[in-house]
């Protein structure tokens, strides 16, 4: 695992990035700050994990975030890059860049975590109280166990690392087993829920966001082995519904306002990355430079994803009347978005393109420090509604449909906020249209692919297969003045998905620093 051990840096290298805003990150002079004389008050606890909660994740956040969860899974289509290109084809080597970056991203936060986690339980003074101490270790551990979580359902069984010292010693390990990573994960985040306030400042994760992750996590967890485990779906059920019913929190009352900056860090947020305008290349959030229709939405110099759209799969779910989220999540021709250059009168879309995470110039956001590189829109990890969901699916468990009266409300909750019609049954296939319509373009569709792969693995590949078959993989043009799409011609040749299309290659140079990595998985615990 060399390549693990060069992203193993020490927090203090975070902390210079200043990533994080700075209510967030106050910090002192750096000169003479070691690991044996920072760790000395709560107010250096706060500093240390505060330097967690954005750089470290931008090479995930700036295109793999997108690239694996929407552009893989059907949601999104980029046709001339070479490394996005091979998603769409579900074609993709082990030399991916957009593969290697993200198994790195994901060690690099591991890292980062290890490190600070140790320097707290050894260096840490008796004077500093204990509910102060294990807070900060419980945001280090959600953090380490949501990095886990991304890593568990791209690449499956994967290493297992607590101990950086112990990788300098011995840099070439197994992949462990997939339930061993789920229980790991498991243990991060009941720490993190027992340890982590039901309050904090904006932007910080609490209880509830543990709570609302362990819900997720139990709830993927559960097909592993190739069928449902009712006690997991059970402890997904319960810890959503503890959310939703004792967090006090609620949907934010405008779907389209989730993704302004106006309203980071809302009642809806359960965790988000905490970016700052005008930190420059590779410390902010670059998902706007890189998936903008135009340069005249973004600070000068930005815009380049005019190529990136919907597909045509993604538009057919979309029914008249859920506008408002259809209009939230991708631009057709013609549409208006008057916050968007506001001063100069607005933008309407000349093509059909990426509208979500396109929050507007310097001026439209007031951040004067903006640049193409970093957005200061907080995007969401985890909300409200996606728990919300996670409930409806635990509730549904193994079967096909439910009018449970309980699933039912939560379920209507989120389509009452889209200027929706309630129903009256859920189906497995409505609810997974529903996620699907609610989270696109967030990175989440392929996670539900990928966990439909466990427990059903033809269903995942039926869907997948039918996006091919009917020829909806693809872009489209929108005619406004008719109302009629029509789809974009193709040559590209796409590879009918299997069961392996779920677990993606390992890069092809941590195999190399690490041949164990090909070795069939072993037990950690």
Not at 124 to 133: E, G, I, M, T
Not at 198 to 211: C, L, N
């Amino acid at each position: 695992m060399k390549h693990i051990k060069l992203y193993i840096f020490i927090f203090f290298a975070a902390v210079i990035t200043s990533s994080c805003k700075k209510s967030f990150l106050e910090r002192p002079p750096l000169s003479q700050i070691t690991t044996d004389n920072f760790y000395k008050s709560t107010s250096d606890l706060r500093l240390a994990t505060a330097a967690l909660y954005a750089q470290p994740w931008n090479d995930w956040n700036s295109f793999p975030l997108l690239a694996f969860g929407d552009i893989l899974s059907g949601n999104m289509l980029q046709p001339y890059n070479a490394d996005l290109a091979q998603l769409t084809a579900f074609s993709i080597t082990s030399d991916n860049g957009q593969l290697t970056t993200s198994w790195r991203c994901f060690y690099k936060i591991v890292g980062h975590c290890n490190t600070n986690i140790k320097a707290i339980n050894t260096k840490l003074p008796d004077s500093v109280p204990l509910q102060s101490k294990n807070g900060a270790l419980g945001e280090l551990k959600f953090l380490r166990a949501t990095a886990y979580f991304h890593l568990a359902q791209l690449w499956g069984a994967v290493p297992i690392i607590e101990d950086n010292d112990e990788l300098i010693k011995n840099p070439q390990l197994p992949r462990h087993l997939l339930s061993d990573v789920y229980k790991f994960i498991v243990n991060d985040l009941r720490f993190a829920a027992a340890s982590l306030p039901i309050r904090d400042q904006p932007g910080r994760v609490t209880t509830w966001s543990a709570q609302g992750m362990l819900a997720k996590v139990y709830l993927t967890k559960a097909g592993v082995g190739g069928s449902r485990n009712q006690a997991d779906l059970d402890s997904a059920a319960f810890f959503a519904k503890n959310v939703i019913n004792a967090s006090g929190l609620s949907l934010l009352p405008s779907y389209y306002n989730l993704f302004r900056t106006q309203f980071n860090d809302n009642s809806e947020s359960l965790f988000a990355f905490q970016w700052a305008p005008g930190v420059g290349y590779g410390n902010g959030n670059a998902i706007q430079t890189q998936f903008a229709p135009s340069g005249a939405v973004v600070p000068p110099g930005g815009g380049w994803g005019g190529a990136i759209g919907p597909t045509f799969d993604l538009d057919s779910l979309y029914t008249p009347q859920d506008s408002i989220r259809r209009k939230a999540t991708f631009m057709l021709t013609g549409d208006h978005y008057p916050e968007l250059n506001a001063a100069g009168g607005g933008y309407t879309a000349t093509n059909c393109s990426v509208k979500k995470h396109i929050v507007g110039t310097a001026l439209d956001n007031n951040s004067p420090t903006m640049d193409i590189w970093s957005s200061p829109q907080h995007n969401t990890v985890l909300r409200l509604a996606d728990v919300y969901l996670v409930y409806v699916e635990a509730l549904l468990g193994t079967g096909n449909s439910t009018s449970d009266a309980e699933a039912l409300r939560v379920f209507n909750l989120v389509r009452e906020r889209a200027g929706v019609d309630k129903v009256t049954t859920i189906t497995t296939a409505s609810l997974r249209n529903e996620r699907r319509i609610e989270l696109a373009f967030e990175g989440q569709y392929w996670f539900d692919l990928v966990r439909l792969s466990y427990y059903n693995p033809q269903g995942a590949i039926t869907l997948l297969n039918n996006q091919i078959l009917h020829q909806t993989r693809i872009q489209f043009t929108y005619d406004p003045s008719t109302g009629v799409k029509t789809k974009n011609t193709s040559d590209m040749i796409i590879s009918p998905p299997t069961i392996a299309t779920f677990t993606l290659p390992i890069p092809a140079t941590e195999i190399t620093a690490d041949p164990k990595l090909l070795a069939p998985p072993v037990a950690y615990y």
